[in-house]
């Protein structure tokens, strides 16, 4: 039988017996504080069969219908607890109006009686211990409920022994009476007080309320190892707990350094909170740093109006920081003491934005990226090659702006007897002269066709 099982059936018998005893005690005493802690005793009958109950089905583990498991048993069961300690709260308060207004009864105590209650004592006092042990061991939340359960009705019980002692020391009738009244509406109002606690804890698990405390830790533990968290959800389900997150890597760890981490985390977790945690933690594998600040660069340097666009950014690591060279391209219109002032501003907002950025060079140039400008560019280039001035001709010259990435087709004509080789050697100096002028921003295409006046 497994363990959580055996200690609720040993407090069942413990539960019945002190029922028992209780009720022999009102049957002596009549008094209405003794039956509100029978009534007590009888709430923790049902309750020790509805925990029985639903430690049995928690017990069954995951099925095809239950993947999850079935340990929200435990929560429905605590919920009906509490809806039993609110029925006997309804209760003891009319029998305590009847017994003010309509019908007088007044409690008799004796050293049987009291002996009787003082055993009870005993009981309950060995039985929440056990519980409570229990509970730790195995992190349930019915035995962890029905310990706090227990412990609270030894104050109860204490109260009632109390009362039994000032019976017997000829303490008039009424004013014994009123007490006994007045003790029976503290033991109910203890009732309400379990019941909204027991109904607060199982509606919170029925919804899946986070548990705080092990989302904390787990991100304690996480940023401990420099992990970075992207997400991270969990729920608990009776006495286990569900979490599952997705974490970033640092890039140079090995898989099975990646997984060694993990590991630990998850110890760590489990002997935290003594409990059952399922942990499910996806890895996604994270960038080097030179290539989250080359982002973070580019974001920054895309919300500035006045570049019109950036090329060939190097990111050296050096031994106090990272040195960043970049290449920033203006209007050609603009004047030096602007882009002096533009220039100096973009290296400290650099330098101030990313901290791991010791030092920052930048070099400017006009932009080329009009039609205009690109047929000059290649005007002046036939210009100045004597031999490809001599072989090829422009035949034509298509540019298409796609979002930013120019698309340059250009055609020449050469003689159908000029060597191919010189061509292919004319066409690589123009790719490579109109590269460097406009850099990352377009596509250089050159095609070759026959002249048809040759």
């Known amino acids: ?26 049957l002596l005493t009549k008094s209405l504080a003794v039956l509100a802690d029978a009534f007590h005793g009888l709430t923790d009958l049902v309750g020790n069969i509805v925990a029985l109950l639903a430690l049995t089905v928690s017990l069954r583990g995951p099925d095809k219908e239950h993947l999850y498991g079935h340990e929200k048993a435990e929560s429905i069961g605590s919920l009906i607890i509490s809806f039993l300690l609110i029925g006997v709260f309804i209760y003891i308060v009319y029998e305590s109006i009847q017994r003010v207004f309509f019908t007088e009864i007044s409690p008799e105590f004796s050293v049987l009686t009291s002996a009787l209650i003082l055993l009870t ?47 017997q020391l000829g303490v008039r009738r009424d004013m014994l009476n009123f007490m006994d009244i007045g003790i029976s509406i503290l033991i109910s109002s203890y009732f309400i007080n379990a019941s909204y606690k027991l109904a607060k804890v199982s509606i919170d698990e029925l919804m899946d309320k986070a548990p705080n405390e092990v989302i904390d830790l787990f991100n304690k533990l996480a940023k401990g ?19 599952d997150a997705i974490v970033v890597m640092p890039p140079k760890l090995t898989l099975e350094e990646a997984h060694s981490i993990i590991e630990k985390i998850e110890e760590e977790l489990r002997r935290r909170f003594k409990r059952n945690i399922d942990i499910v933690i996806h890895m996604e594998p994270g960038e080097e740093i030179a290539e989250i600040i080359k982002k973070n660069i580019e974001r920054y340097l895309s919300s500035i109006k006045e570049i019109r ?146």
Request: hydrophobic share 40%; net charge positive; glycine share 4%.
């Open 121 to 167: 004592i005993f009981v309950d006092l060995w039985r929440s211990r056990a519980l409570e042990k229990g509970a730790s061991i195995y992190g349930s939340t019915v035995l962890y409920a029905d310990a706090l359960h227990y412990k609270s009705d030894l104050l109860v019980t204490s109260s009632v022994f109390t009362l039994s002692i000032i019976g």
């Open 1 to 26: 039988m497994d363990p959580r099982k055996r200690l609720v059936i040993i407090s069942l018998g413990a539960t019945i017996s002190i029922l028992s005893i209780r009720l022999v005690v009102y």
């Open 225 to 243: 190892h420099d992990l970075e968290i992207k997400s991270v959800r969990a729920r608990r389900s009776g006495p286990r707990i569900f979490l």
């Open 309 to 454: 666009g950036y090329h060939d950014i190097d990111i050296v690591k050096g031994e106090k920081g990272y040195h960043v060279r970049l290449h920033v391209e203006v209007s050609p219109d603009a004047k030096v003491d602007e882009i002096n002032n533009l220039i100096s501003n973009l290296e400290y907002q650099i330098k101030k934005n990313f901290s791991d950025i010791e030092t920052v060079m930048i070099h400017v140039e006009p932009i080329c990226l009009e039609e205009i400008n690109v047929r000059e560019a290649i005007n002046n280039f036939i210009k100045s090659d004597p031999l490809a001035r001599k072989i090829i001709k422009i035949s034509s010259i298509r540019i298409i702006d796609t979002r930013g990435k120019l698309l340059v087709d250009i055609i020449v004509e050469t003689s159908a007897k000029t060597n191919i080789k010189a061509v292919h050697e004319i066409i690589g100096r123009l790719e490579g002269y109109l590269s460097e002028i406009l850099k990352s921003k377009a596509i250089v295409t050159v095609s070759i066709k026959v002249s048809q006046n040759q």
